[in-house]
């Protein structure tokens, strides 16, 4: 890699530096006070959802204010990918990183110590060794950003001992502002964050949770494989998009599916070579409509902006995490989907990881609350939106209108009886014959089938024997999902996942609690393109869209020539407005959101040409 030798962009203003560099032509939201906050000396921490533009909080300060400023990132590839997108803007940047050879490092080390570098990305095991440490002591640094600082919490969902250490940096250097970033955050999240970094007296800027591109949606798990082609196929064929499994398994067994049946997939996961993650990575983020299928090792900083939709083929283990998840759905603010499919077993699962692990009491209670309040948003009969951002203690008055409830609203019915006969036939199993069962015989139990199982063990002589005929296996195990996720029902894992009875079941059983469950609507079997639930196209007029594929082909040709993913010469949300405005001159370029000086002097006189063209 290389260190750029232009020099700094500094402006008068904070709006004229991100004018200038960045071609936009005003701050959204809180990103205007952050800035001026930390040009002026101050630490923050600033909470803003995924495509929130987190990134300009740091990089136009840095421009404005003397020295470098050191940016401690976690991935490799996320730093790789923001230094390449800085460079194109004009932006003297650079990474130190395990990729980089001896030669190479020290280039950028002594682009440092030279005061040539106007941002310097480094991972946080490098920064908190001691060569790293002398480094920054023999060139002046302008600020500290620490990125998706939530790594620093235990009680986070990507928690990173090594965030740990960052503390030292209010220690070494008390002059020098910090600002940690991240883009989900509970209050005791960002409590510890506080805590572990030393920013009592930074200043808070939390912006709103709310992604209103991002349509939710939550299906009963059915076949879960076919459902999620079926979602491919019908809301987003040829789209860029990121699912989410539980397991390495799970995450090869659903890429191959998918590929056998028309769609380009990848796996990801810890378990494969380095260098075939790696090779899988750079597909994803550096070609059009690729499909990551991935556990949650992957994703952490994706800078990728089209990813049309993220899809979980099991449940996550936290609002939170799932919120950072699906928010790397549209960061370009278009019309984007996050589908997720929960079933029984996800509750089972969820709950034995819990009770298996290795945490002490108090851990264990806060997993336990955290899986709570995500069967809540599971199961909810409101709108998920507002379910959603109650989570993060953001108030939201009215029901969103894109989500699969505001859509779909379920219906609820009285589950009382259902719920009895439910708990009435676990503990008679227990009770009167000291046997436990998982959900499949139970159901059985209650439907009157004759089975070998129930006929061996003379279950049909029980007296809930055959009164729930009245509904289907699909409904049982709906309302049996139900009881396991408000703790009506316990899973005894030792016990092959046996169901018990809990403390608060006695108030069912005797009466002394009503119980509204919700009933999935019936989806009829969509026919391809045909689906009520897809997500809005975004759409353009036949000559711009002609504009916009000349444009997106133009940008994939200059991409490949760079070495560096398409969104890193511009935005699809970039050329959409090229293609809207179709300008005549550079003049008329220049007022696009996304195309600054350096971008207008590189290609500004290509993309008129292409506008002509097309």
């Not at 005003?26 to 600033?46: N, P, S, T």
């Not at 609820?412 to 069962?437: C, I, M, N, P």
């Not at 079941?505 to 509204?516: A, D, F, H, P, Y």
Request: proline share 5%; aromatic share 6%; hydrophobic share 40%.
């Amino acid at each position: 890699m290389s260190v750029p030798a232009a020099s700094p962009p500094f402006a008068s203003s904070a709006l004229d530096t991100l004018r200038r560099v960045f071609g936009y032509e005003q701050f959204r939201g809180e990103q205007h006070a952050v800035v001026e906050h930390v040009v002026g000396g101050g630490d923050a921490l600033v909470l803003m959802p995924t495509g929130g533009g987190k990134s300009l909080c740091y990089q136009v300060p840095a421009l404005m204010r003397q020295g470098t400023g050191v940016v401690i990132s976690p991935l490799i590839a996320l730093m790789q990918d923001q230094v390449a997108a800085l460079l194109e803007v004009g932006v003297r940047a650079a990474y130190l990183n395990s990729s980089q050879s001896f030669d190479e490092a020290r280039a950028v080390e002594r682009a440092y110590v030279a005061g040539e570098l106007d941002l310097l990305y480094v991972a946080p095991e490098r920064l908190l060794t001691e060569r790293c440490l002398q480094l920054l002591d023999h060139g002046q640094v302008a600020l500290f950003a620490i990125d998706e600082a939530h790594c620093v919490s235990q009680w986070g969902h990507d928690f990173r001992p090594e965030y740990m250490g960052l503390s030292l940096l209010a220690e070494r250097w008390p002059q020098v502002p910090r600002v940690a970033l991240t883009a989900t955050a509970t209050a005791e999240t960002r409590d510890e964050i506080v805590e572990r970094l030393g920013l009592q007296d930074a200043a808070r800027f939390v912006a709103s949770f709310d992604r209103p591109n991002i349509r939710y949606r939550i299906v009963e798990k059915n076949e879960v494989r076919r459902q999620l082609l079926e979602f491919i196929q019908n809301d987003h064929a040829g789209d860029a998009g990121i699912v989410y499994a539980l397991s390495r398994a799970g995450v090869e067994k659903t890429a191959d599916f998918l590929v056998q049946n028309g769609v380009d997939a990848l796996p990801y996961h810890a378990g494969l070579p380095a260098q075939v993650r790696a090779a899988n990575q750079a597909r994803f983020l550096r070609e059009d409509g690729v499909v990551m299928v991935a556990t949650i090792a992957f994703g952490m900083g994706i800078d990728k902006p089209d990813v049309r939709f993220v899809a979980h083929i099991d449940m996550p283990r936290s609002v939170e995490g799932y919120y950072q998840e699906t928010g790397r759905a549209g960061r370009d603010g278009l019309p984007s989907q996050a589908w997720l499919a929960y079933g029984l077993q996800d509750v089972v699962q969820q709950r034995r990881m819990i009770d298996e692990s290795d945490g002490n009491d108090p851990h264990k209670r806060r997993m336990a609350q955290q899986l709570d309040a995500m069967l809540g948003l599971c199961e909810t009969v409101e709108c998920r939106r507002q379910r959603l951002l109650a989570y993060f203690g953001e108030p939201h008055t009215t029901a969103c209108g894109n989500c699969d409830v505001c859509l779909e609203p379920p219906q609820t019915w009285d589950g009382t009886v259902a719920a009895q006969k439910v708990l009435s036939a676990v503990f008679r199993l227990w009770h009167e014959r000291g046997q436990r069962y998982g959900a499949g015989h139970l159901i059985d139990i209650l439907r009157g089938k004759l089975t070998p199982r129930v006929q061996e063990n003379q279950h049909d002589q029980l007296s809930v024997f055959g009164v729930g005929g009245d509904h289907s296996d699909r409904e049982w195990r709906g309302v049996i999902r139900q009881l396991v996720a408000q703790g009506l029902l316990a899973v005894d894992h030792e016990g092959f996942s046996s169901l018990m009875l809990t403390e608060a079941s006695r108030e069912v059983l005797k009466g002394q609690r009503q119980l509204l469950l919700r009933r999935e609507p019936v989806r009829e079997r969509r026919q391809r393109g045909g689906s009520r639930q897809r997500a809005p196209i975004i759409d353009l007029p036949p000559e711009a869209a002609a504009r916009f594929a000349e444009l997106r082909a133009w940008r994939a040709s200059v991409a490949r020539d760079h070495g560096v993913p398409a969104y890193v010469i511009f935005h699809d949300s970039t050329l959409r407005e090229i293609a809207l405005a179709a300008p005549r001159s550079l003049d008329d370029l220049s007022r696009i959101n996304g195309v600054g000086v350096r971008k207008l002097e590189s290609y500004g006189p290509d993309i008129l040409r292409q506008v002509r063209a097309a």
